[in-house]
């Protein structure tokens, strides 16, 4: 049981903010491009052929919308259910066999501030758009598994995904860490990612700069507040607490 005793602070005050929700991709973990190789790979699959119009009109949706659940993307894309689930599973077997392939890293100091956060007492939860076995390869591949507290990816939180404020949501239910939505942390490097943590009322939303988007697109998002990485976090709760 996760222990909810909150965390002292420097001036006797108590440190609520003890739900940390992180995204993995471009926030914790640095994929090198995958998600596009990936998504060539499946929308060949599905008959689009590189090089056309169709496929960099299709590309440079994948690329606007990153963040944002992959299953719901490729529903805009390729307009039916059907075509949509084929080409979702197309992408994560893509995405799995470049991920198996060793292109998966750490962002640097993403596991330290993990680490640190726990130490902290807070109550760390990983989240993805990706599907769960696609999620699962990333946390193995890096000896995650055991990092954070809780891990999620948007069939864990009903099916739906970034910007909704579901995953958000079910950390804060499943794990009991903070009593109130305002006291939860949520991190990422989208648009996405800051909607999805401000329409779940969290208090703080963090948008880093080792992923998707600029500094002005997540601010314009909703930002409260802009890291250069991860490893900025621990810092930012201590000195704000």
């Not at 990333?138 to 404020?165: E, V």
């Not at 700069?209 to 600029?214: C, K």
Request: charged share 25%; glycine share 10%.
């Amino acid at each position: 049981m996760t222990d909810t005793t909150p965390t002292p602070t420097t001036d006797g005050a108590a440190d609520t903010r003890r739900l940390v929700v992180l995204d993995m991709a471009g926030t914790t973990v640095a994929d090198g491009g995958l998600v596009e190789r990936a998504f060539e790979r499946a929308a060949e699959r599905l008959g689009v052929e590189p090089g056309t119009p169709d496929h960099a009109e299709k590309l440079r949706y994948v690329l606007a919308t990153m963040g944002e659940s992959k299953i719901s993307v490729f529903r805009h894309l390729f307009g039916t259910e059907e075509l949509a689930r084929r080409a979702n599973s197309a992408f994560e077997e893509a995405y799995a066999e470049l991920v198996d392939g060793g292109l998966v890293t750490p962002v640097p100091g993403a596991r330290a501030a993990i680490e640190e956060l726990r130490a902290d007492g807070r109550t760390v939860a990983l989240t993805t758009g990706f599907a769960r076995v696609t999620q699962d390869a990333i946390l193995d591949a890096l000896g995650w598994q055991d990092l954070a507290d809780l891990t999620l990816c948007p069939a864990d939180a009903g099916g739906r995904g970034r910007p909704h404020p579901d995953m958000v949501l079910t950390a804060f239910l499943r794990t009991g860490a903070v009593a109130d939505v305002s006291d939860v942390v949520v991190v990422g490097d989208t648009a996405y990612d800051m909607l999805s943590g401000r329409r779940a009322g969290a208090g703080t939303v963090a948008g880093v700069l080792t992923g998707a988007h600029d500094r002005a697109t997540l601010t314009r998002s909703g930002a409260t507040h802009i890291l250069d990485s991860v490893a900025e976090l621990p810092g930012l709760l201590a000195e704000s607490a």
